[in-house]
């Protein structure tokens, strides 16, 4: 089964950026569809950002215009660069591998935005 791990995440000021990586193992990243998805107190999890095999991408209306998905096939990574960081970032941020109707996730990295 696909193994996911992310890191990058920390505490950074509003305004500030973080780059979270997500490394893949035991398969291979371009036979699924990546995404980000983070999860607040007391909220639910929801989608972030997402990148298809073939390098479409999609985001939440929350995060459009400052967070960048991106994909990198020969080194099993995926990205999500996150820029002009605000409080409602706050969140652990889980990678998500999707592949015909299955799902694995990452153990998630704690973003905090607070000055």
């Known amino acids: 089964q696909v193994q996911l791990v992310e890191s990058g995440g920390g505490l950074v000021q509003p305004g500030g950026s973080l780059r979270l990586s997500c490394v893949v193992s035991?398969?291979?990243?371009?036979?699924?569809?990546m995404g980000w998805y983070r999860q607040a107190p007391g909220k639910q999890r929801e989608l972030v950002a997402v990148?298809?095999?073939?390098?479409?991408?999609d985001y939440a209306d929350s995060v459009k215009g400052r967070f960048t998905i991106s994909r990198d096939n020969a080194r099993n990574t995926v990205y999500l660069q996150m820029n002009s960081l605000k409080p409602d970032d706050t969140a652990v941020y889980y990678c998500?591998?999707?592949?015909?109707?299955?799902?694995?996730w990452g153990q998630g990295t704690q973003v905090t935005v607070s000055s």
């Open positions: 998500n591998a999707a592949r015909s109707g299955s799902r694995s």
């Open positions: 035991r398969s291979s990243l371009s036979f699924y569809v």
């Open positions: 990148i298809t095999s073939g390098g479409s991408t």
